[in-house]
């Protein structure tokens, strides 16, 4: 998972990452989704998405956000098997 330019790689670090956050509470509204098979990979069966919105954190006001991120069969479900977290901050 990349969270902010940050790297983190296995299931403790992300889960340590998530939950190191400060905020109490996240509401998101999603914009749009947009997502296309991965040609080539578990028989075309892994799909890559887009997602872009809002997030709003505690009292904090809302801010714009990109999320990319890979799907991948496991065991009769998805995984996600890459994932890239951005807010649209412009300094």
Partial sequence: MTFEG???QGKQ??????TSLPFKQV???ITTVD??????VDDN????????????TDDDPPHSFHQSFV???AG??????NDIFRLALHN
Avoid: E, Y
């Avoid at 997502?35 to 080539?40: K, L, R, V, Y």
């Avoid at 009769?76 to 098997?81: D, I, M, P, Q, T």
């Fill in 27 to 29: 509401n998101h509204q």
């Fill in 45 to 56: 069966q892994a799909c890559c998405v887009m997602v872009t919105g809002q997030l709003k």
């Fill in 6 to 8: 940050a790297q983190f």
């Fill in 35 to 40: 997502s296309q098979p991965i040609i080539g």
């Fill in 76 to 81: 009769g479900s998805f995984v996600v098997a």
């Fill in 13 to 18: 670090p992300i889960i340590d990452k998530l």
């Fill in 71 to 73: 799907l991948r069969p």
